[in-house]
């Protein structure tokens, strides 16, 4: 674990919805020399006021940009090591179940923007040292949180509304099932 130390001058990008990818900070900490394998993360949300666990699989973390400031806190430990203990003013370690099933379905602005964040991974972002970094298509979508299967499912459906005339902004707010409904009604006229 590493001691309470603070690092500055890390540059990390802010990916759409104001969101920063625990994977950057991950790799900008290796950047910096720093041996982060078999390790978990935590980070200190303001909003929940406590630390947030990552789990053991940090690559679809994300980290909204409020809770990174003014600065971002992390807790790092070694992954078979118990969680480490909390002090009273933190709320418990909270951490996401494994391999959960989601059980509403996703917003039509909320699609848009994780097909967009995936398709713009794929298809090249700039680093924090200014290269460019292209990902495969099943990278760019742990990296986003989504299957890629159902990313692929969501780009067909969008594909399917702007064909149609679906109108996205009207309808940005509501679920995705407006959007299958619309095409599906179109299509069969």
């Not at 759409?16 to 078999?38: E, F």
């Not at 009207?170 to 599906?184: A, F």
């Amino acid at each position: 674990m590493l001691a309470n130390e603070l690092i500055r001058s890390v540059q990390l990008q802010v990916h759409s919805g104001n969101l920063i990818y625990l994977t950057d900070v991950i790799n900008a900490l290796k950047d910096l020399g720093y041996n982060l394998a078999n390790k978990v993360f935590s980070y200190y949300s303001a909003q929940s006021n406590g630390f947030m666990y990552s789990g053991k699989d940090s690559s679809s973390a994300t980290i909204p940009l409020n809770d990174a400031r003014p600065q971002l806190v992390l807790k790092i430990w070694n992954a078979g090591a118990q969680l480490p203990p909390e002090d009273t003013k933190e709320l418990p370690v909270q951490e996401k179940k494994p391999h959960s099933r989601r059980n509403k379905e996703r917003k039509i602005g909320e699609i848009i923007e994780k097909v967009n964040d995936w398709r713009t991974l794929y298809t090249g972002t700039v680093d924090a040292g200014g290269k460019s970094v292209k990902y495969s298509l099943d990278d760019a979508a742990k990296l986003v949180g989504i299957a890629k299967k159902t990313l692929d499912d969501y780009l067909l459906q969008l594909r399917a509304g702007k064909k149609y005339g679906f109108d996205f902004q009207k309808h940005k707010d509501e679920k995705v099932g407006t959007c299958l409904l619309y095409t599906s009604d179109a299509a069969d006229e």
